[in-house]
């Protein structure tokens, strides 16, 4: 029998726990964390690999009864077998310890009738180490789930990299021939980035006030309309609802100790570091996932790579086959990946163009990965041209994106300091009260639809620019006639309209004053800096604005307004101008 429930992920009662990809577990088998018992096993199979057959497979062939359930991150499979007799262990056995694919002795056994689920590592000293060969934990066919033999005690060719083998991987090297697009000439140049996944307490409005209404938000309309009041608990006290929000972010960082992290315009907010390089050039990047209890990636989108370094987790196979799934797909906790995106012509600046936005973002679980802030900006310049584009224009990166904090894998540890205040529909309830001279009065007339089933509310979803709402950002500062690049784009899972108040953009050659931007689409924008003053910058559509995707841009005056601009002049001239 397959059953269906919630249970909570990782619960402190739980008896034992497994926790990989089943896909033949690329990333071999992560923690056990207790000791076995005969009455419950648990699996957890990152980013939904257990399938309701897979569970029912396992039902038939254990005589059990399995609960499949869904999780953040995880789905848990717990098999309990109908009769004690079904699996045993020694209750008296200390806890046992699976790690990055080794079995710590001492070994356990848990045989089901027909040897369903075993770990036999066999008997080794206390203080020696089996190392599990991958390759031999696999799915049966015929109703076996999961069945681990021991190897030899050399290490597993599929164990993940620690950090320093991951320094080894950065090795300047292109990428095997068939990982090459033919259209991509090597221009000698490898640029070399340090990234990090970490966890942060993230404030949408640091400020604590909603800077275009001029009002604290508490007292802010906007903020109401938008339930981010509605908060409870000690997230309910922090900002009013709007800060203390664990996220998960990237940080750059200047080299591989991570220790001392790169500088980023003010400007960028949530965003991870920005990436950059021109047309030729190879962009390679040690990533180390610092989430305490998240898998997590880096995928580009735009530039090329091969499968090994693609970032993103799924079978990518057709059925029946062993399903192709590597190691940077799905980094674990306290893991490292190294991965390799080459810029060829297909990803230049359009004709007449300097520079041209790509992004990247984790893709583990996109839209809890990315409602949980894993994203970032690309930025590709022709080939030499970076550092002259940089020096001659102002650059800003937006990202428009609705943090649908109930979907983030950030939900459990946010939902322990915090609630949601639901409210009721209010009923129809105008009093008619005829009074003398009246000769008619309106009786609303109601319509016969049946009921509604009503549900709480789940949110908030707050609506961003670069992580905050209300213009509580940096403001983009630029001065009177500096020629501007905005790269605009948007994740979530809305579209937007992209509007600036006091000054036109080109795209494509067009003058414009707004445009569309779907969720997954990246945009690149010029503009020259015209009017003076303190512009809005903000989503057209209606409800987005309301709920606070609204920035603020400065352009300073110049000697031609009387004043001097307080920003560091751009260094280099445009090509035409005096």
């Known amino acids: 029998m397959v059953r269906f429930v919630p249970i909570p992920a990782f619960p402190g009662n739980s008896k034992v726990w497994i ?83 080794q079995i710590q002795s001492p070994a356990y056994s848990t045989p089901s009738p027909n040897g369903t689920l075993s770990a036999t590592p066999g008997v080794v000293p206390s203080n020696a180490t089996t190392t599990v060969d991958a390759a031999a934990a696999s799915i049966s066919p015929n109703g076996g789930i999961l069945s681990i033999a021991p190897n030899s005690t050399t290490p597993d060719a599929s164990k993940l990299a620690t950090q320093n083998e991951c320094k080894a991987l950065i090795d300047y090297q292109l990428p095997s021939k068939n990982s090459i697009p033919s259209n991509f000439n090597f221009s000698g140049n490898v640029r070399t980035y340090y990234v990090a996944a970490e966890e942060v307490a993230w404030d949408y409005a640091p400020s604590g006030w909603d800077n275009w209404l001029g009002v604290p938000v508490q007292n802010s309309p906007h903020a109401i309309a938008a339930g981010y009041l509605n908060i409870t608990g000690s997230l309910g006290t922090s900002n009013w609802g709007l800060g203390g929000w664990q996220k998960a972010v990237y940080k750059g960082y200047t080299d591989d100790s991570f220790t001392t992290q790169s500088e980023q315009p003010a400007t960028n907010g949530i965003n991870g570091p920005i990436l950059r390089g021109e047309v030729g050039d190879m962009i390679q990047i040690m990533f180390v996932n610092n989430l305490k209890d998240h898998y997590s990636s880096m995928h580009s989108m735009g530039l090329y790579y091969g499968k090994q370094y693609e970032g993103s987790l799924y079978p990518n196979t057709t059925s029946g086959e062993t399903p192709n799934v590597q190691e940077q797909d799905a980094v674990p906790p306290g893991g490292c990946a190294v991965y390799k995106w080459l810029i060829s012509d297909s990803q230049a600046p ?80 105008q009093l008619i009260r005829p009074f003398i001279g009246n000769e008619s009065f309106w009786v609303p007339q109601l319509a016969n639809f049946p009921a509604v089933q009503l549900s709480d509310a789940q949110g908030p979803n707050f609506y961003t620019m670069n992580g905050y709402v209300f213009g509580n950002g940096a403001p983009y500062e630029m001065c009177r006639d500096d020629p501007v690049i905005w790269y605009v784009m948007a994740f979530g899972g809305a579209s937007h309209v992209f509007h600036l108040h006091g000054n036109n953009f080109q795209y494509n050659d067009i003058w414009q004053a707004s445009q569309s931007i779907n969720a997954g689409e990246m945009f690149t924008f010029n503009m020259n800096a015209q009017l003076p003053g303190v512009w809005q910058l903000l989503c057209h559509v209606s409800s987005h604005n309301l709920f606070g995707m609204q920035q603020n841009y400065v352009v300073h005056g110049t000697e031609v307004d009387g004043q001097t601009c307080p920003l560091p002049p751009l260094t280099a001239k445009l090509a035409g101008s005096p």
């Open 350 to 429: 359009a004709p007449g163009q300097s520079s041209r936005l790509w992004s990247y973002h984790s893709f583990v679980n996109m839209p809890a990965d990315t409602s949980a802030g894993l994203s970032g900006p690309i930025i590709v310049y022709n080939s030499g041209e970076m550092n002259s584009t940089m020096s001659a224009h102002r650059e800003f990166v937006v990202t428009t994106n609705t943090h649908y904090e109930a979907r983030s894998f950030m939900a459990g540890e946010n939902a322990k300091n915090a609630g949601v205040d639901t409210s009721t529909m209010r009923a129809t309830n």
């Open 19 to 101: 926790c990989g990809c089943f896909n033949k577990l690329p990333h071999t088998i992560s923690t056990l964390v207790s000791e076995m018992v005969s009455s419950t096993i648990f699996l957890a199979a990152f980013g939904g690999l257990v399938t309701h057959s897979l569970a029912q497979s396992l039902s038939d062939s254990v005589n059990a009864e399995v609960t499949v359930s869904s999780a953040a991150t995880s789905l848990i499979l717990s098999a309990s077998p109908a009769s004690s007799g079904s699996a045993t262990s020694s209750a008296s056995s200390p806890v046992t310890q699976i790690s990055d694919g």
